[in-house]
């Protein structure tokens, strides 16, 4: 695994500190999304099929950090959208550093080389670039619709990482992903010298352009198995072994939505990142009035069967690791073998 020891001790801490004051339901990363516009047009994703009033439209900073000491949450990932096109983030990512949040910038890197040129951040411990990456050149440039953009986010990390930033990936898998060119792929992204990557299965948004290439859940384990079965100690993954272990099939988690809770310009998403059924005013009135029964693949939802992304289950594998011997046992040893 691959996570700085000062986030781990972060993370740790605070999950047990809710713990003692027997918090069933707590946030871990708040999923903050300022804006929707994006300068791609993937086929997986349905962020930009809003109508071209909203994607006009953004957070301010201040609503920004209203949110974030709202959630509480240690860990701020800012996807979109494409963030690096919000004309204040700048600002935002100084103003959650200052608060020594650690936050995940989530980009496709097209902007990233002009930005750092632009002295618009800072290196530290707090400041990740999370380099959407869905596999190889060709295969990622077929995620993404267009062309090149596989070489455009490279120079973009070669260029964060030369001026000593941090860098991860965030990779989405879909059907038709082959395990030996994943692995392949995280050879090359090891090579590169990113920090770590972050690994999920496509999640079925609704208005998403392509909708027969998400994962079902046998697949999503075949998948995963053959990918991480035998993996190499080089490989560092930025995220929860057991997480891993879960898309492996070696673990069964219940989706624990509250820990990944999104805010963006209607409000607190309910009841996740990827479904939209209403909106709540604060984060509070998000933990009091979602009928969470409702949600996850125990409740019976049909939306909720196939569903085993990092936003909804992640949390769960966190917390399992501090809710008994077993799971932190677990989570040891795959930190210390490599070995999810």
């Not at 983030?89 to 990233?112: D, F, M, S």
């Not at 999920?200 to 198995?225: C, I």
Request: net charge positive; with cysteine; glycine share 6%.
């Amino acid at each position: 695994m691959s996570v700085p020891f000062s986030q781990m001790v972060t993370v740790a801490t605070y999950v047990l500190r809710q713990k003692r004051r027997r918090r069933t339901r707590y946030p871990l990363v708040l999923m903050l999304e300022p804006l929707f516009r994006c300068n791609l047009a993937c086929a997986g994703c349905g962020k930009i099929q809003y109508p071209a009033h909203v994607l006009k439209r953004h957070l301010t900073v201040d609503q920004c950090l209203r949110a974030v000491e709202e959630c509480g949450a240690p860990m701020v990932s800012i996807p979109g959208g494409e963030p690096l096109m919000y004309p204040e983030i700048g600002p935002l990512v100084e103003a959650l550093v200052a608060r020594k949040k650690y936050v995940y910038l989530c980009t496709n890197a097209i902007l990233l080389k002009e930005k750092l040129q632009e002295g618009l951040f800072t290196p530290s411990k707090y400041l990740s670039f999370s380099v959407h990456m869905d596999g190889l050149r060709q295969d990622h440039d077929d995620a993404v619709c267009r062309e090149g953009v596989f070489d455009e986010a490279v120079e973009g990390i070669r260029e964060a990482l030369r001026r000593g930033f941090r860098v991860t990936t965030n990779t989405t898998l879909f059907d038709n992903a082959s395990p030996m060119s994943m692995q392949m792929f995280f050879d090359e992204m090891m090579d590169l010298g990113v920090e770590g990557m972050m690994l999920s299965p496509g999640y079925s948004y609704a208005k998403a352009p392509d909708q027969e290439h998400f994962l079902r859940r046998q697949k999503t384990h075949e998948l995963f198995s053959k990918m991480l079965s035998n993996p190499k100690r080089r490989w560092k993954f930025n995220q929860s072994p057991l997480f891993l272990q879960f898309l492996m099939g070696k673990q069964d988690f219940e989706c624990t939505p509250w820990g990944n809770p999104t805010y963006n310009m209607f409000g607190w998403q309910r009841p996740c990142y990827l479904l939209q059924e209403g909106y709540a005013a604060t984060f509070q009135e998000l933990l009091d009035t979602t009928p969470w029964e409702r949600y996850g693949r125990a409740s019976g939802n049909e939306k909720c069967q196939d569903c085993m992304v990092h936003c909804g289950h992640e949390p769960t594998a966190v917390n399992h690791t501090f809710s008994s011997w077993r799971g932190f046992r677990d989570t040891v040893v795959a930190t210390i073998t490599g070995k999810p």
